[in-house]
DNA sequence: GATATGACGTCAT
DNA sequence: CATGACGCCATAT
């Protein structure tokens, strides 16, 4: 299993019209302090079917320089994500991903 | 193994 | 708010 593999799969958890940041994701992923890998991660993202635009950086800033940047901005507002001036309105956007359960009661899906 | 590269994050100016 | 320095770490060469 790659570092790839495993922030792809947290990626595609980001529902529609919700974003989160890259430091978010590498935390879900169980690879804290790891947010520009994440951002490595997500080149070539559009070809790899990844909600690469649901992906900015702390405070909800679009990070992508230039046309992507604008490309980036527009995906979100068409599905629904709000802007406050430059930046996504993580507080009423932002998805909270579910906290690493340790549960075994409440684990699912490939127990082993 | 050594260096270089980043769509980062945080803290200090 | 704008910069800059630094830490971070998977890949690329």
Redesign the pocket.
């Known amino acids: 299993m ?3 593999e495993n922030v792809r799969r947290i990626v595609l958890r980001i529902p529609r019209g919700r974003a989160a ?3 978010e994701i590498a935390r879900a992923a169980g ?1 804290p ?8 991660a ?2 070539g ?2 070809a790899q079917h990844l909600p ?1 635009q649901r ?1 900015v ?2 405070g909800g800033r679009i ?3 230039g046309d992507a940047g604008m490309n ?1 901005r527009l995906r979100l507002e068409m599905e629904g994500v709000l802007f406050i001036g430059n930046r996504v309105d993580m507080k009423a956007c932002g998805f909270k991903f579910p906290p690493a359960r340790t549960d075994p009661k409440s684990r699912r899906r490939t127990p082993k």
């Open positions: 790659s570092y790839f940041t890259y430091g690879y302090g790891t947010a520009r890998q994440v951002a490595w997500l080149r993202a559009s690469w992906v950086g702390q990070l992508l320089p980036q």
